[in-house]
């Protein structure tokens, strides 16, 4: 066998570093929330990455692409798809816990009170920008309690009739009043012992709402 045989392909089949793909997401959510879409380019997003532009546009095939995935990724980082799935002997109120403690944590970050508003801020004049993130970001999460929720339809351990209002419901919750004076800056974040206070105190009244 030749030496040759032994070397990484080489051209567009070549596998993709997973390395520095994670790198160029962690860049482009560090400008995007800095100096925002229109702010960040993808030659800056390179460069913060430490790769070449080509190998950004080799990861994502565009800077909407390289947005919807850093919104999706910051999401992952505190609701990991796992918190999604509900096994027949799973318990649902831990499953709840669970999530409503991830998203209470992404939505209080700074990071995702930014990214909120600049979409905000910039909804008017780009409507297709805000709507790129909403599917990225907020309605991926929905689509993914409302998943879980169904399941837990099926095991007879809920009874919900509308499942994607039921997952809209409990983001609701969750955000309470706490989230609109944090996007206003009049607010800190919880503490750590408030958050659970509060978070306990929404999957209570969620599971009252909708316990067979």
Avoid: W
């Avoid at 460069?47 to 995935?69: I, M, P």
């Avoid at 409302?146 to 009874?159: K, V």
């Avoid at 800056?185 to 919880?190: D, F, N, R, V, Y």
Wanted: aromatic fraction near 8%; proline fraction near 6%.
């Amino acid at each position: 066998m030749s030496d040759k045989s032994l070397q990484p392909p080489s051209g567009p089949g070549r596998p993709k570093d997973p390395a520095k793909r994670q790198a160029i997401l962690e860049a482009a959510k560090c400008l995007f929330m800095q100096n925002g879409y229109e702010g960040s380019s993808m030659d800056a997003i390179a460069a913060e990455a430490g790769v070449s532009k080509l190998t950004v546009y080799s990861h994502f095939a565009d800077k909407e692409n390289l947005f919807a995935c850093a919104v999706q990724s910051k999401c992952e980082e505190q609701l990991p798809s796992l918190f999604f799935e509900l096994g027949p002997d799973s318990s649902v109120e831990q499953a709840l816990l669970a999530i409503g403690r991830g998203f209470n944590a992404l939505i209080s970050s700074e990071e995702s009170l930014a990214m909120h508003r600049l979409m905000v801020a910039q909804g008017a004049q780009n409507p297709q920008l805000a709507q790129l993130f909403f599917n990225a970001g907020p309605q991926r999460v929905i689509d993914a309690l409302r998943h879980l929720l169904e399941q837990a339809n099926r095991n007879g351990q809920l009874c919900i009739d509308n499942p994607q209002h039921a997952a809209e419901h409990f983001f609701c919750l969750v955000k309470g009043g706490c989230h609109f004076r944090l996007l206003m800056g009049i607010a800190q974040p919880l503490a750590a012992r408030e958050a659970e206070e509060h978070v306990q105190e929404v999957v209570r009244l969620f599971l009252r709402a909708y316990r067979p």
